[in-house]
């Protein structure tokens, strides 16, 4: 695992179950985080640094620094948001057609919560990117009609 440890994933699936849904083989772990690493970063590319989203560093370790400017709250948010990701894709490895309640609710949850992070309609305190940011920001009304008949 290159961004997850198996503590991020055990704080929400009990080890004997990922043992059964990985068989032990640790590179399918690998390739389930990966692929959410990439749908994770498609939302959070829109307005934030989805490098520094990530980067375990950047968490406030006690309230004394939550107030830094340099310390970012949401980055263990996103270290869920990605691990429920994983595992969604994990379970849809095994059995597509039948993946557990609580994996397909958390899943839907995730790409909720990213989906307005990305519209802005959410803002965790995450580190912004530093160029302008680009996608579906959306200023003003639409355009005057051309052709006035309908």
Not at 56 to 77: C, F, G, N, V
Request: hydrophobic content about 35%.
């Amino acid at each position: 695992m290159t961004i997850l440890t198996l503590e991020d994933l055990l704080a929400l699936i009990e080890e004997n179950v990922l043992n059964d849904i990985t068989d032990g083989d640790d590179t399918l772990i690998d390739a389930a985080e990966l692929s959410a690493l990439g749908e994770l970063t498609g939302y959070l590319n829109v307005r934030y640094d989805p490098a520094k989203c990530l980067d375990r560093s950047l968490i406030p370790a006690d309230e004394s620094e939550l107030q830094d400017e340099d310390k970012y709250s949401a980055i263990a948010t996103v270290l869920e948001k990605l691990a429920d990701l994983a595992l969604y894709n994990l379970h849809t490895r095994v059995m597509p057609d039948n993946i557990p309640k609580l994996r397909q609710t958390r899943y839907d949850n995730a790409i909720t919560w990213l989906e307005k992070v990305a519209d802005g309609f959410i803002a965790p305190r995450l580190p912004i990117k530093t160029t302008n940011p680009t996608g579906p920001l959306r200023f003003g009304n639409s355009s005057t009609p051309q052709n006035p008949y309908y």
